[in-house]
Nanobody, 122 residues
Framework: QVQLVESGGGLVQAGGSLRLSCAAS????????MAWFRQAPGKEREFVAA???????VYADSVKGRFTISRDDPKNTVYLQMNSLKPEDTAVYYC????????????????WGPGTQVTVSS
């Protein structure tokens, strides 16, 4: 059974940093696309960042220059380093995976974690 489990969320002041982790189990994701999405209260789940092994990362415009996605394939883990956080980054952050190429639409991802809350205070 495939499982994705996020960790590292929490409460941080504006301008601060957090590092999210997503541990995958159940199969090897080294060839898959690993991605991060987020969902704020009352809003749709939106794309944040994604990367496929041997390919460059893709970021949403709203996080470019502030967030960095990385992966450790031997550990089946993907990370999201979030710097210069803003109150508008407050959301539940989800890890997702899919087979194939990078997509930015949530409907095209097959596997999801339960999410981790990130709250940025002003």
């Amino acid at each position: 059974q495939v499982q994705l489990v996020e960790s590292g969320g929490g409460l941080v002041q504006a301008g601060g940093s957090l590092r999210l982790s997503c541990a995958a189990s159940g199969r090897t994701f080294s060839s898959d696309v690993m991605a991060w999405f987020r969902q704020a209260p009352g809003k749709e789940r939106e794309f944040v960042a994604a990367m496929r092994r041997w390919s460059g990362p893709v970021y949403a415009d709203s996080v470019k220059g502030r967030f960095t996605i990385s992966r450790d394939d031997p550990k089946n883990t993907v990370y999201l380093q979030m710097n210069s956080l803003k109150p508008e980054d407050t959301a539940v952050y989800y890890c997702a995976a899919r087979i194939g190429v990078v997509r930015i639409t949530r409907y095209e991802y097959d596997y999801w974690g339960p999410g981790t809350q990130v709250t940025v205070s002003s």
